[in-house]
């Protein structure tokens, strides 16, 4: 295909644009400098930084899915508010951003019915999706699909099908699928394919650390090459250079959480500019998925 035609084939194609909404603070890399005990001695510049997530989105038409952390909605109800009010989805991403792989069953069930209970409440609409703090979801947890769909949620997006060293399934389906348990329906960050390997793309500290036109010319291959819709990610306080520091970081949790912050909002108005952007629910569900996969056997 002629490289102009591809160019628009990717235009064409919606792709499903979401946000992490948890703070600075709250981060797992942060997780043995700040204590859960002593969130709320840190100052909160969430609704700062959503603001301006929500201007963005509409300079650029673009609507998303909010996974929001009940910690957050709990104590800033008029942002869920506001979120849903301006046309985005709202989602769950847990009460107080705790991996998955170090909950029970029992206190993974409890975290994410008493968080969806939450959340509906304060924004008088449903909720149907949920993404694990720090992609959490793996091969060591699938249970936790199964857990989802009785809890009464749609589809989860908890899994990165690349190698990272605190997250990662790279086995996985780079597409949505099913565990085959009755579980809900995975739609994994999306990855292009280079060189045999996963190639993250979906967003977070890649999007800042690689410069943009790596994250353009993925999403064009997976968008026009494979005909698929893809899913990107980031955080509030990825746009917010001026956050407070904790102390005492480490060099590589420093890198990883401050690399090219000042850069990203001019990427992600690029981004915006260069794809179609929508809410999970809109790109997935509309037309019910019918291309789900399922896992490989074990």
């Not at 591809?6 to 644009?17: F, Q, Y």
């Not at 700062?48 to 201007?55: A, C, D, G, K, Q």
Request: with cysteine.
């Amino acid at each position: 295909m002629p490289h102009n035609l591809a160019e628009n084939a990717a235009l064409e194609m919606t792709n499903a644009m979401t946000v992490d909404v948890e703070d600075y603070f709250q981060v797992s890399a942060f997780a043995k400098h700040v204590r859960r005990d002593d969130w709320d001695d840190y100052p909160c510049r969430v609704e700062r930084n959503v603001s301006l997530i929500l201007e963005l989105f509409e300079r650029h038409d673009a609507r998303a899915t909010f996974f929001l952390l009940g910690w957050i909605a709990e104590r800033y109800p008029e942002l869920v508010r506001r979120i849903a009010a301006c046309g985005h989805e709202i989602a769950s991403h847990g009460f107080a951003h705790i991996r998955a792989t170090e909950q029970t069953p029992a206190e993974f069930r409890q975290d994410v019915e008493c968080t969806k209970v939450l959340l509906e409440d304060i924004a008088g609409c449903e909720v149907q999706g949920f993404r694990a703090a720090s992609f959490s979801i793996d091969s060591s947890n699938l249970w936790a699909l199964e857990v989802l769909q009785e809890a009464g949620y749609r589809y989860s997006s908890s899994v990165y099908p690349v190698r990272h060293d605190h997250y990662g399934m790279p086995s996985a389906p780079r597409f949505p699928f099913s565990n085959g348990n009755g579980g809900v329906l995975e739609i994994p960050i999306t990855t292009a394919r280079f060189l045999n390997r996963n190639l993250p793309c979906g967003g977070g500290g890649y999007f800042r650390l690689f410069p943009y036109a790596v994250t353009r010319w993925a999403f064009r291959r997976v968008n026009d090459r494979e005909g698929r819709p893809g899913v990107f990610f980031f955080h509030p306080w990825e746009l917010d250079p001026a956050q407070p520091r904790p102390a005492n970081l480490g060099f590589k949790t420093r890198f990883r959480h401050y690399v090219n912050m000042r850069r990203m909002e001019a990427r992600l108005e690029r981004l915006l500019g260069d794809f179609k952007w929508r809410a999970m629910e809109e790109v997935f569900f509309e037309d019910d998925v019918e291309s789900a996969g399922s896992l490989p056997p074990t």
